[in-house]
């Protein structure tokens, strides 16, 4: 027993020395096996110098009660008292991992590879880790004698004898010989494969950049061709039963557990294509079908085991094409939607964890590093490194990125990989994230040198890293450089053009070549034209670079130029009046709808500038609309002329909103975004559906005046269904219209149901007619029998058929239902007539709301379209439009009768009307009301930003970022977009099933 005094004395040592738990680790010390070390003070130190000393000490205590005898474990405590070495590297190890400390338990003889200590063995290369595995006679003691290498791999590592870049490369080699042995094994199990092929192993990813982690997946390769003239067929199939074997023998589980899986999922194909490909078959994948991160992947392609031979022929013929990636067309975007592709797939518990994937990780840093290479690596070949870090000293070196911003790359890389070695070496597992335990947490901390305050101070310079690493990846991965170019005289932009073209490329331009011969055309020349532009570009082509598709924004405004450019007041207006020239640059580089708006009538450019801060911008009423379409119709020479006017006038009108909406939404230098998302979608609704009806009044007022006058024979009227009823149209919505008709006095009912129809065809033909303007589609299905019942009926053919025939959903389509155009009296009439339809004294009856609920589900299951994600579909996914909708709907069906506020055909008028009337609550009213703005939204940004009508997010990377961008997101933060999307729409299913599904 130790006396009390000196156990309180040992008690303190131990604390001081960095034990947590200093009881336990005082009985451990007291154990027989340890009688040599307990008093050596030597023993304290080196234990209190390791990541966690408590865990090194239990360690240490397991390998010598593990000792086979009495002389070794004298051996063991005699070499680890004499040799400080061995002290440091084997306490290290137990220090830091679980694990290896496991391995010793269960080999104590394996301490003795760690005796060693000569310069020879410092850095170990594939040759010796060959040697160390040449015993290995099958997979269990191939495992043991790759776990050996490993632990003294670890003990370099921890003791500090080699960096980051040495353990990585030293990892990589170990991979490298374990591949070799493993082959061999399956060779010498199946000689006669062997014997008819020729397989070359070519290492991707970290095995193949040298900078392997210790836990990986790793990636190859396999490249096959008969040997000796062989049947090439039955060689193909040797060699892949030979690769299956290698494969199997490091990724089955022994009894000793596995080595790690070997991925082949980088081949052709991926797992659909075959294991092994003959070298010409390779070449002509990739030079006909690989996509770019396949040649992306190539950068680090090297061959490490088999025909090492086939192997060099195979990066010989590949290296080429590598070099060529960046001449691919969407080559940078494809790049970036890669990368937003894999934070995109990160669940959301672990994004603020993640040290390799997430936002300010490894991943970023590869990335910049490879899209750099991959640019300016076709012409400097001393870019053309596998290995990220040597990459990164490269391009420093070549000025293709700054000394300052290589150099804190270089140092994010080795801390957050250093961290991700740490926390793999104590499980070995493959594992990217950092632990929340403060326990694992002071362990990383102290094997990376921090000792005051190991937790604190680790977080801190994680976080301080991840920071440094996103900031630098936002600026290599989405930010052109934009000033130089700009700024650029003719004649040096034409001395300039290559460098300034690949930095272009690497910073996010698309065609920086057409944009340098843009910039060209506008501003060279001594004309005043010239002077001007060359003041606005430098400015213009920043607020170009702030969207997600900068080359359209540039080539945009080269078209307008080009067609204002000697209108005297154009230039002016952009010079003189800020909010214009930011106006226009926002408006031509957020899609495709306003850019061809405004070419079919350049001097639509007006309106941006018209009065402080873009008052120009503010919608017309629908009134003075119509006032303006009916004067151009009176000054028509026929109908065609005169819709022709009301199309020009609704293309003009259809920009003022878009471009009212683009600037709204990605604010301006002197004008913040708006923050009311609601109101901007109610704006674009009443706007567009405002426009709408009065190109339909100005279009009844041309067929009626040319083909009978002043009056008709019979009055007519034209009543808005679904989202023109509702004030609720978007850029590319048809409209939904009925028509209803009754014959003047004294008009035969044959004569007026004649005109009526003829007045519908006209109409439906002159708003169609191919033209520059966008056409009106009007769609008519809503009516009584749909598309097999008549188009025009009159009022009491539409009060017989709702009174004997009228459908459930018929009713629930009439409450959107408000006269736009025609006889005003008429269409007071109808709302007179479906009143009682669509708020029924009563309310519903059970039967009709379970009706009404099967054909919303009926709908759910049938009409989405194949292959469409349900969570991002915004009308039929779940949270979406229609869910919003059907639910205020029933609610309108069932309390209209006696709740005034909710006869409107407004959805969200209707849904503030059932909130204020207690039909819902508060929180669910907000929940379903921002899920409809947001899906609302969506449709307008794809709309804008595709051209066409769209009720999902669009596949390409840069149309999504610009839908991203109207809808506030930072360039490389669609992710977020898509999460929050898929958030708000969740949230809104939730109320839908209760109220609309009845919970």
């Known amino acids: ?120 063995d410092l850095h170990p290369e594939v040759e010796e880790f060959e040697r160390a595995l040449a015993e290995a006679t099958d997979p269990v003691s191939l ?74 997946d790793v990636d190859v390769i396999f490249v096959g061709e008969s040997a000796d003239g062989a049947d090439e067929g039955k060689a193909l199939q040797a060699a892949t039963r030979l690769a299956s074997h290698m494969m199997r023998i490091c990724s089955e589980t022994t009894v000793e557990g596995s080595i790690w899986p070997v991925d082949a999922n980088l081949r052709p194909e991926g797992r659909n294509g075959p294991l092994v490909r003959t070298l010409s078959s390779h070449v002509a994948y990739y030079q006909r079908w690989a996509k770019t991160w396949e040649f992306q992947a190539l950068l680090k392609a090297r061959p490490v085991a088999g025909d090492l031979e086939l192997g060099a022929e195979y990066v010989a013929a590949l290296r080429p094409l590598v070099w060529k ?151 290599l991965f989405y930010r052109p450089l934009l000033d130089a170019v700009a700024q650029l ?34 501003a060279s020349g001594v004309t005043r034209a010239a002077a001007i532009q060359r003041t606005l570009l430098p400015v213009l082509l920043g607020w170009f670079a702030d969207s997600a598709d900068p080359d359209s924004g540039l080539l945009n405004f080269r078209k307008v130029s080009d067609a204002l450019g000697k209108t005297p007041w154009y230039l002016r207006l952009l010079r003189d009046e800020g909010a214009a020239a930011e106006n226009l640059a926002r408006v031509l580089s957020a899609g495709r709808l306003a850019p061809d708006l405004l070419m079919r009538a350049p001097e639509a450019v007006a309106l941006l500038g018209d009065g402080d ?8 009423s629908r009134a003075h609309l119509e006032q303006e379409v009916l004067a151009a119709v009176r000054r028509a020479d026929n109908a065609v002329q005169a819709v022709t006017a009301a199309r ?24 913040p975004a708006e923050a009311d998302q609601g109101a901007l979608v109610d704006r674009v609704g009443a706007a567009v559906s405002d426009l709408t009806a009065a190109t339909l009044a100005g279009t009844l007022r041309a067929v009626v005046r040319e083909g009978w006058g002043d009056t008709l024979p019979t009055r007519f009227a ?120 669509r708020y029924p004294a009563r309310g519903l009856e059970e039967d009709a709301v379970r009706e009404i609920r099967r054909l919303k589900a009926r709908m759910e299951s049938e009409r989405l379209p194949r292959g469409a994600d349900p969570k991002l579909h915004t009308k039929l996914g779940p949270g979406g439009l229609s869910d919003v909708e059907w639910t205020v709907q029933l609610l309108q ?32 009213a907000e929940i379903l009301d921002e899920a409809w703005v947001l899906a609302t939204r969506v449709r307008n940004a794809v709309m804008l930003v595709r051209g066409r009508a769209g009720d999902t997010f669009p596949s390409d990377p840069r149309e999504l970022g610009a839908v991203g961008r109207y809808l506030g997101y930072e360039p490389g933060h669609v992710g977020d977009m898509l999460d929050d999307y898929r958030r708000t729409a969740r949230r809104a299913r939730g109320v839908v099933d209760e109220l609309f599904y009845g919970g």
């Open 143 to 216: 495992r043991v004698a790759y776990r050996r290498c490993l632990l003294s791999i670890a003990a370099r590592d921890v003791c500090g004898t080699t960096d980051l870049a040495q353990t990585a490369a030293e990892l990589a080699d170990l991979a490298t010989a374990t591949l070799r042995a493993a082959l061999a094994l399956a060779a010498a199990e199946a000689p006669q494969d062997a014997e008819q092929c020729r397989l070359a192993v070519i290492a991707m990813g970290k095995c193949g950049g040298h900078e392997l982690n210790y836990v990986s």
């Open 648 to 671: 020009g006038m609704r293309r003009r009108e259809l920009f003022r909103t878009a471009a009212a909406d683009i600037v709204d939404s990605y604010g301006t230098e002197t004008k």
């Open 489 to 522: 005289a003719p004649g040096e932009a034409r001395l300039s053009a290559g460098a300034a073209r690949e930095r272009l490329i690497a910073l996010g331009y698309a065609d920086p070549a057409s944009a340098l011969r843009h910039l060209e055309a506008l």
């Open 1 to 120: 027993m130790t006396a009390p005094g000196r156990r309180s004395s040992t008690f303190t040592r131990l604390l001081r020395h960095g034990f947590t738990d200093p009881s336990a680790a005082e009985r451990l010390l007291d154990s027989p096996d340890l009688t040599p070390l307990r008093n050596d003070p030597v023993l304290l130190e080196a234990l209190g110098a390791t990541a966690d000393p408590d865990l090194a000490l239990t360690g240490l205590v397991r390998l010598t009660e593990a000792q086979p005898s009495d002389a070794d474990r004298r051996e063991l405590l005699d070499t680890l008292i004499a040799a400080k070495p061995l002290r440091d590297r084997l306490l290290g190890v137990l220090g830091a991992s679980a694990a290896l400390a496991e391995h010793l338990a269960r080999h104590p003889g394996d301490w003795q590879v760690l005796v060693t200590y000569e310069p020879r």
């Open 893 to 924: 069906l069932r309390h209209g009768a006696h709740e005034p506020g909710l006869r409107t055909t407004r959805t969200r008028e209707a849904l503030a009307a059932a909130r204020a009337a207690g039909l819902i609550g508060d929180e669910d």
């Open 325 to 475: 990636a960046a001449e691919r067309e969407n080559f940078v975007a494809d790049v970036q939607k890669m990368r937003r592709r894999v934070v995109e797939n990160i669940p959301v518990s672990e994004v603020d964890r993640q040290l390799k994937l997430g936002p300010g990780g490894l991943r970023d840093v590869e990335f910049a590093v490879q899209l750099l290479q991959l640019v300016h690596g076709r012409e400097d070949a001393a870019l053309r490194s596998g290995t990220t870090l040597d990459a990164l000293q490269a391009l420093a070196a070549g000025g293709y990125v700054g000394r300052t911003d290589a150099a804190q790359l270089d140092a994010a890389y080795r801390f957050l990989r250093s961290m991700e070695h740490r926390i793999q070496l104590y499980r070995l597992r493959r594992t990217h994230l950092v632990p929340e335990d403060d326990a694992d947490l002071r362990r990383i901390g102290r094997s990376l040198g921090l000792r005051a305050d190991p937790v604190a101070e680790l977080t801190r310079e994680w976080k301080r890293h991840s920071s440094v690493v996103r900031r630098l990846h936002e600026k």
């Open 613 to 620: 801060g873009g008052s120009g911008l503010e919608p017309r």
């Open 718 to 837: 034209i009543i808005g269904m679904g989202r023109f009823g509702g004030h609720e149209l978007g850029y590319g919505s048809d409209a939904d219209v009925l028509f209803v008709h009754e014959p003047r006095e004294g008009v035969d009912d044959q004569e007026a149901a004649a005109a009526a129809n003829r007045v519908v065809a006209e109409m439906r033909r002159l708003l169609q007619i191919p033209s520059a303007d966008p056409p009106l589609l009007i769609d008519a299905d809503l009516r009584p029998e749909g598309k097999s019942g008549p188009l025009v009926r009159t009022l009491n053919s539409y009060a017989a058929y709702y009174r004997r025939w009228s459908l459930g959903w018929e009713s629930q389509a009439l409450l959107r239902a408000e006269p736009v155009a025609g006889d005003d009296e008429l269409g007071a009439r109808f709302i007179e007539l479906i009143d009682p339809l």
